[in-house]
Nanobody, 124 residues
């Protein structure tokens, strides 16, 4: 089992950048594939980015490709989401999630462990 805590959200102007971090508890962090999801008010939770256990296999939603970068540091039990060229439509609560197994997934139901979320607000 792993517990996840996100940080790094905030208010930023369009075109700006933020870096989210998600720290996992325990000594087996490298056994989990990790994902970032987001949920805007009145909308379903949607996939943003994911990485396999090592960071060697990565996948992005089309809406963030070229602007966001996911990475992980297993020595620090941390996964990051670097967000550049932010747009107002990126405004949402961002969640990190962990999935048992080494391969990533893009569907929320495939992740068993979730953080509490961090708010990202992009003003126009």
């Amino acid at each position: 089992q792993v517990q996840l805590v996100e940080s790094g959200g905030g208010l930023v102007q369009a075109g700006g950048s933020l870096r989210l971090a998600c720290v996992g508890s325990g000594r087996t962090f490298n056994r989990y594939a990790m994902g970032w999801f987001r949920q805007a008010p009145g909308k379903e939770r949607e996939f943003v980015a994911a990485t396999n256990w090592s960071g060697g296999s990565i996948y992005y939603a089309d809406s963030v490709k070229g602007r966001f970068t996911i990475s992980r540091d297993n020595g620090k039990n941390t996964v990051y989401l670097q967000m550049n060229s932010l747009k107002p439509e990126d405004t949402a609560v961002y969640y990190c999630a962990a999935r048992d197994g080494y391969s990533y997934a893009t569907v929320p139901r495939n992740y068993a462990y979730w953080g509490q979320g961090t708010q990202v607000t992009v003003s126009s």
